[in-house]
């Protein structure tokens, strides 16, 4: 197995895990997710969310050009070493770019909740002998988004603060994490 399928299996079962604990907390618990799985909240929020992440990609962007120059104008370091400072900026760079496409694809989903909430397909339906309903399941994947999209802000946050730190916006000698 590739390193590339490995962390797709990886993530589909992430993905999978925690839909489970989002069914579990819709079912069981007490939590009420009304809030956060009202329709108009969530595009809202993604929104928002999606706006913030193209605004720290702008800055990273425009950062990347004074990382490459300082780079490869430090004389101090060896040619592997820059090699690595590159690729470190290049992942960054990357994790950015697959959270700014899961934001958008969790945008796409809830547009397409809002559409459809109240169609009912007569075809596809839930037996009466599952444990869970299709408005609970609904709710569990809208909850879902709301916890994933709060790790990509995470993730933003802390790529944009390790681009910072590359580029001497911040001088000190302690790294961000």
Do not use: H, W
């Not at 459809?116 to 399941?137: L, T, Y």
Request: net charge positive; glycine share 4%.
């Amino acid at each position: 197995m590739t390193k590339n399928s490995i962390q797709k299996i990886f993530n589909a079962v992430l993905f999978l895990g925690l839909f489970m604990i989002c069914l579990f907390l819709i079912k069981y618990s007490k939590i009420n997710a009304s809030y956060v799985s009202d329709n108009s909240f969530l595009f809202n929020y993604l929104g928002i969310v999606l706006g913030f992440a193209l605004t720290i990609f702008t800055f990273i962007v425009s950062m990347v050009d004074k990382i490459k120059d300082g780079i490869e104008n430090d004389n101090s370091k060896t040619d592997e070493q820059k090699k690595s400072a590159q690729n470190n900026i290049l992942q960054i760079y990357s994790e950015l770019k697959d959270n700014i496409y899961l934001i958008f694809v969790f945008f796409i989903v809830v547009s397409l909740f809002a559409l459809f909430d109240r169609v009912d397909i007569p075809f596809v339906s839930i037996g009466e002998k599952f444990i869970v309903n299709k408005q609970q399941i609904i709710n569990a994947v809208k909850l879902e988004i709301f916890g994933l999209s709060l790790y990509a802000i995470y993730d933003l946050c802390s790529s944009a603060f390790k681009i910072s730190e590359t580029s001497g916006v911040f001088r000190n000698k302690k790294k961000a994490t």
